[in-house]
């Protein structure tokens, strides 16, 4: 069974807040965007977590290098106080971002392409009906 880790980052994006879930699975990660709007409360994250994280469309995995090893908690008390401080996202989940968000592009040109087709495909039948029914004398 492998190991998963998951990461939340909330930072000010002008105009909102934003959430990115990070979470490395097999060596892979992939990131979730989430626009909270207001700042969100602790409680807030928190509830949003147990009821909307199964929700989260995560972006397509990008393969990443996977540390383990036992870190003091001393030293991981200034990492997370140094995360804290830190507000931006890593490259990595705005590439994994970026994959997803080009994805989702292809996918709506797909389907409108497909749209355009068969629109196009229904008028040119209904022009030769009315051909027909024109030569007809009707």
């Given amino acids: 069974m492998g190991k998963i880790q998951g990461k939340l980052t909330v ?10 879930f990070e979470r490395i699975e097999d060596g ?3 990131a979730a965007k989430v626009t ?3 700042e969100p409360k602790d409680y807030e994250v928190y509830d949003f977590i147990l009821k909307h994280y199964y ?4 972006s397509p995995s990008v393969i990443t290098a996977v540390k383990d090893k036992i ?4 030293r991981m008390q200034r990492d997370i106080q140094k995360q804290l401080s830190n507000t931006g996202i890593g490259t990595k ?9 080009e994805q989702n592009k292809q996918e ?3 389907i409108s392409r497909e749209h355009r ?7 040119f039948k209904l022009k030769q009906q009315k051909k027909k029914e024109k030569h007809r004398g009707k």
């Fill in 11 to 20: 930072f000010f994006d002008e105009p909102f807040w934003v959430g990115i």
């Fill in 28 to 30: 892979k990660l992939s």
């Fill in 36 to 38: 909270f709007g207001a």
């Fill in 55 to 58: 929700e989260l469309r995560f």
């Fill in 71 to 74: 870190i003091n908690p001393k």
């Fill in 93 to 101: 989940s705005q590439q994994a971002l970026k994959l997803q968000q």
């Fill in 108 to 110: 709506r040109k797909q």
């Fill in 117 to 123: 087709e068969a629109e196009k495909q229904r008028m």
